[in-house]
């Protein structure tokens, strides 16, 4: 059990276009999300926290009009790369946490999406 | 705030052999957890293991263990009798607990490139 399903793995777009990223749990609910960046030979850097029914809450220094996050059930989340520009090329990686569950579970990932923006 | 440290950017070790990778970690919470993933060159983030900060023994998963010091904060993964399928990039993590409920996301080391040699 715990699946994260994430989807597109890959997509490479051009500048000034807009990218949206799923993030489901299949197998259990999640009333929160984590969206996770990762640049190559780097660390994953968390870019916001995705809560079911409510506003998104971001890291400091990530641009939450860039980054449109949408959590509008409990097993999805979306992540919108609006006006992509070639600096946000990376690799986004979004992890769910069962609902209910506390600081002693583990974050079960998706297979993360490998953005290229041209 | 929470702070991993992971102090080995890269190992190399003999087929077999067993390995120790490093982390220490810096907290005001008196609940959190403690997490290793590894990450292969697909990305995909694979849960290994969990410590909890009020376990008194260290925690096992088959060939992997946690040396966990709560006095000297560190969180060391050993793995035993290691494998040319454990080559990838293993981060340590944690995950504190939340006021009012719940948990905050995964803070991660820089991670340490772990290379088995046949």
């Known amino acids: 059990g715990a699946v994260v399903s994430q989807h597109p793995s890959r997509v490479i777009c051009k500048s000034g276009t807009s990218v949206k990223i799923e993030c489901r749990s299949l197998d259990f609910q999640a009333t929160t999300m984590f969206w996770y960046r990762q640049f190559p030979k780097q660390s994953l850097m968390l870019m916001a926290t995705?809560?079911?029914?409510?506003?998104?809450?971001?890291e400091q220094g990530v641009e939450k009009d860039k980054f449109l996050i949408n959590h509008a059930s409990l097993t999805l989340s979306t992540l919108t790369v609006t006006s992509a520009h070639p600096e946000d090329s990376s690799f986004y990686i979004c992890?769910?946490?069962?609902?209910?569950?506390?600081?002693?579970?583990?974050?079960?990932f998706g297979n993360g999406t490998r953005l290229t923006v041209t | 705030a929470q702070k991993i440290t992971q102090t080995q950017p890269g190992m190399f070790v003999q087929e077999k052999e067993a390995v120790t990778l490093d982390c220490t970690y810096d907290?005001?919470?008196?609940?959190?957890?403690l997490f290793w993933y590894k990450q292969p060159s697909s990305g995909e983030m694979i849960f290994l293991i969990y410590?909890?900060?009020?376990?008194?023994q260290n925690a096992t998963e088959g060939r992997y263990s946690l040396n966990f010091q709560k006095a000297r904060k560190s969180a060391n993964l050993v793995i035993s009798a290691s494998q040319l399928g454990d080559s990838a990039m293993y981060f340590c993590?944690?995950?504190?607990?939340?006021?009012?409920?719940?948990?905050?996301?995964?803070?991660f080391g820089k991670g340490t490139h772990l290379i088995i040699q046949p």
């Open positions: 992890s769910a946490s069962r609902t209910g569950s506390s600081y002693n579970s583990p974050l079960h």
């Open positions: 907290t005001s919470d008196q609940s959190y957890g």
């Open positions: 410590q909890g900060s009020y376990d008194e």
């Open positions: 993590a944690m995950r504190g607990a939340r006021r009012g409920g719940g948990a905050d996301g995964l803070t």
């Open positions: 995705s809560n079911e029914g409510s506003k998104a809450t971001y």
